[in-house]
C-alpha cells in the first residue's frame, strides 16, 4: 500500500520539543519534494517546511523559522521535522505530503494542495500547560 504516516505528535508545555517523522511506504521518498504543513481547528492549512529531493534546499515559514528544522534520511525512508521553542499557537494537525513541485511553491501555494502525490493523515501536536 503506498502511504505516509506521520507520527510523534503529542502534548507538550509552551518551550519544549517534539520531533515529528513521516515515513513512506510502497514508495521511495528520495523521488520527491517533501513538505510538512499543519491545520489548527477553524483555520487554513498552512505549509510549515518544505524539503527539495535533489539538493536539499529547504523553505520555513516565517512563523517557525529559527525553531523548526526539517531533515530527511532516504536510507530509512523517512522526512523529520525537528521542533524547538513550541508556542501555543504550534498546536494543530500536522501533516506530510510528497509531490513534484517546487520547494518554495508547494510550501506557500495552497492551490498545489490537491495536485500532491501523496499525503499522511496527520498527527496531532498539542502546546499547552
Known amino acids: 500500500q503506498l502511504q505516509l504516516v506521520e507520527s510523534g505528535g503529542g502534548l507538550v508545555q509552551p518551550g519544549g520539543s517534539l520531533r515529528l517523522s513521516c515515513a513512506a511506504s510502497?514508495?521511495?521518498?528520495?523521488?520527491?519534494?517533501i513538505g510538512w504543513f499543519r491545520q489548527a481547528p477553524g483555520k487554513e492549512r498552512e505549509g510549515v517546511s518544505c524539503?527539495?529531493?535533489?539538493?536539499?534546499?529547504?523553505y520555513y515559514a516565517d512563523s517557525v523559522k529559527g525553531r523548526f528544522t526539517i531533515s530527511r534520511d532516504n536510507a530509512k525512508n523517512t522526512v523529520y521535522l525537528q521542533m524547538n521553542s513550541l508556542k501555543p499557537e504550534d498546536t494543530a494537525v500536522y501533516h506530510c505530503?510528497?509531490?513534484?513541485?517546487?520547494?518554495?511553491?508547494?510550501?506557500?501555494?495552497?492551490?498545489?494542495?490537491?495536485?500532491?502525490?501523496?499525503w499522511g493523515k496527520g498527527t496531532l501536536v498539542t502546546v499547552s500547560s
Open positions: 505530503a510528497a509531490g513534484g513541485y517546487t520547494v518554495q511553491a508547494m510550501c506557500v501555494k495552497p492551490e498545489l494542495y490537491y495536485g500532491m502525490d501523496y
Open positions: 510502497g514508495f521511495s521518498l528520495d523521488s520527491y519534494n
Open positions: 524539503v527539495s529531493s535533489t539538493d536539499g534546499s529547504t
